[in-house]
């Protein structure tokens, strides 16, 4: 909803019920580790799994929150001595938009979850 504020701009209201990133904090967790705790790297198996566990997490995300806008990433790779760093950017409002990110890593591969939530007015 937005109010016509007195300087002739809009004015935001925030979500009635913010994003519950703690419980979607969980939801990464497990929906990793029950996917990918005894996985090898492999990389055509890690590409469809990107897929795979992207569709899971939106969906059981989705259950929670109706009025937000959600992307959802994966990353899988093999663990293997290197180093990588992954950037994201995102043009949002800090007091309504948010996101969960959950990293897993067993003895052969490592992935990063992230969930970037953007309210719907």
């Known amino acids: 909803m937005k109010n016509m504020a007195s300087s ?6 925030g979500p009635p019920k913010h994003f519950p990133v703690v419980t979607v ?9 029950s ?3 005894v996985e090898e790297y ?18 059981q995300v989705k ?11 994966v990353h899988i790779g093999q663990l293997n001595r290197q180093s990588i ?4 950017r995102c043009l949002w409002d800090p007091k309504s938009d948010t996101f969960s990110s959950y990293a897993f890593r067993n003895s052969s591969l ?7 939530a953007v309210y719907l007015e």
Not at 85 to 88: F, H, M, Q, W, Y
């Open 8 to 13: 002739g701009s809009y004015e935001s209201h």
């Open 25 to 33: 904090n969980h939801i990464l967790k497990d929906v990793l580790t």
């Open 35 to 37: 996917y990918l705790q």
């Open 42 to 59: 492999e990389p055509e198996l890690c590409r469809q799994m990107t897929k795979t566990i992207s569709e899971v997490i939106k969906a």
């Open 63 to 73: 259950d929670l929150m109706i009025r937000y806008k959600l992307i959802v990433i």
């Open 85 to 88: 760093l992954i950037g994201s």
């Open 110 to 116: 490592f992935a990063l979850a992230n969930v970037y």
